[in-house]
């Protein structure tokens, strides 16, 4: 299920659904600027093996950068 959540939902799900947060901008984009224990998968490499990374049991929260 995908869906958008605002900020106070993200928070929510990381402190009470122990949601993992998913970077997926680039490496370089990642090492400049990203959320504590977030983990980075960029877009470029997201597939089926790389998301195996993931805990399937736990939510996660997909974020990358909004030039808006």
Known sequence: ?????????????????????????SRKSYEESHLPDAINISLKELDGQSAALLDRTR?????CYDYQ
């Open 59 to 63: 939510p996660v929260v997909t974020y």
């Open 1 to 25: 299920m995908h869906e958008m959540v605002d900020l106070e939902e993200v928070q929510r799900l990381v402190e009470e659904d122990d949601a993992q947060l998913l970077d997926v901008m």
